[in-house]
């Protein structure tokens, strides 16, 4: 009964390559979202969308393209990888209804390496 | 441009001590302030929310504080246990998303 779930967990790919990553709420929540913590262990925010739709997109490059098919899940799709994607990515959701605050509850995370 | 800072980076305590954990942020206009802990190779997981309008929350052996128009918040650990060696990491919410401090790394020794 996993609150937030994300495939795989690993994922170790060739410099030039696509690749995506599956995130899965089972909350409930309306607003997911997609972080990065990169080798220095420093996590920021990447994406965020509410019901399907994008409300934020912190500068990051078009090579990363979310999708919401529905509001329980947030792919992330990555084309032509570069050395620099890697890192570990994490998913996270949060609720929208009042008196919950904006307690974020995330995944475990998919550490990408790109050799 | 929200700045969120984690003093000090990293902790060793024997077992038992109580110990406190420092975040500061340069812009006080949040909406809250979460703490949340990490262990190796695992997420996020939330441990306190404070909202701007709180000055502490607590839980259990945990309470956190937030004084907001100095750009402050600690989180009290009592009692500390092995079991509570992670990174604990800071993150406030304001009109951008949660920005995250850079953690402190607690260790605990038996």
């Known amino acids: 009964d996993t609150a937030v779930s994300q495939t795989p967990k690993y994922l170790v790919t060739q410099m030039g390559n696509d690749k995506s990553i599956k995130c899965e709420q089972n909350l409930g929540h309306d607003t997911m979202y997609w972080y990065k913590q990169d080798s220095k262990k420093f996590l920021k925010i990447m994406f965020s969308y509410n019901n399907k739709e994008l409300i934020i997109n912190e500068t990051v490059p078009n090579r990363f393209s979310p999708k919401s098919p529905d509001k329980a899940h947030l792919n992330l799709h990555i084309n032509s990888l570069e050395l620099g994607d890697s890192a570990v990515y994490f998913c996270?959701?949060?609720?929208?209804?009042?008196?919950?605050?904006?307690?974020?509850?995330f995944g475990p995370g998919t550490r990408l390496t790109v050799l | 441009k929200q700045e969120v800072t984690q003093i000090p980076a990293a902790l060793s305590v024997p077992e038992g001590e109580n110990l406190v954990l420092n975040c500061s942020f340069t812009?006080?206009?949040?909406?809250?302030l979460q703490w949340f802990r990490q262990d190796p190779g695992k997420g996020l997981t939330s441990l306190l929310l404070i909202q701007s309008s709180q000055r502490e929350q607590t839980s259990g052996r945990l309470n956190a504080s937030l004084d907001k128009s100095s750009g402050r918040s600690t989180l009290y650990i009592a009692a500390s246990q092995p079991g509570d060696s992670a990174t604990y990491l800071c993150?406030?919410?304001?009109?951008?998303?949660?920005?995250f401090g850079k953690g402190t790394r607690l260790s605990v020794i038996a």
């Open positions: 993150a406030v919410r304001g009109n951008t998303p949660l920005v």
């Open positions: 996270a959701s949060s609720p929208r209804t009042s008196g919950s605050g904006d307690t974020q509850y």
């Open positions: 812009d006080s206009a949040i909406y809250n």
